[in-house]
């Protein structure tokens, strides 16, 4: 696998651990992002490909994260 990512990525180090928590990390944004579009009153706004909600509920979601 790191012959193939080192052809692909050329000068660039992609160790097993390093995609290891790229991949947490990518699997963590996922999660919260499908809690915050499931809430009631948030939404997804197709023009500006961007979340929508009132304040309150930005707010309420910042301090749980």
Avoid: C
Avoid at 26 to 45: A, C, M, N, P
């Amino acid at each position: 696998m790191n012959t193939e990512l080192e052809e692909k990525f050329p000068g660039v180090t992609l160790g097993a651990e390093k995609l290891k928590t790229k991949s947490q990390r990518l699997k963590t944004q996922y999660s919260q992002f499908t809690e915050l579009i499931q809430h009631t009153r948030v939404g997804w706004d197709e023009q500006t490909n961007t979340v929508k909600a009132s304040p309150d509920i930005w707010d309420k979601f910042i301090r749980v994260q």
